[in-house]
């Protein structure tokens, strides 16, 4: 599993641009959460780091519109 870190920016494959804000831990279960911001609404979010990560092939999901392979992808600004 790759490192997410603070103030990377991924592209989700529905299209969100959001901004890693860090990696937090759960309360009851200490499994790692990454929070993030969907910096079109600025609304926190927060997901299970290995979740996040996941390198599952989405790309054929109805609801891709990015047509992206994994759930969220690394952005890179040009």
């Known amino acids: 599993m790759k490192e997410v870190k603070a103030g990377e920016k991924y592209m989700h494959f529905k299209g969100h641009l959001v901004e890693v804000l860090g990696v937090a831990k759960h309360s009851e279960t200490l499994e ?8 079109g609404t600025n609304e926190l ?13 989405i790309s054929s999901r109805e609801d891709n519109v990015t047509g992206q392979k994994h759930r969220f992808e690394l952005y890179e600004e040009n």
């Open 32 to 39: 790692n959460m990454v929070v993030y911001k969907h910096l």
């Open 45 to 57: 979010w927060a997901r299970p780091e290995k979740m996040f990560c996941d390198e599952s092939d």
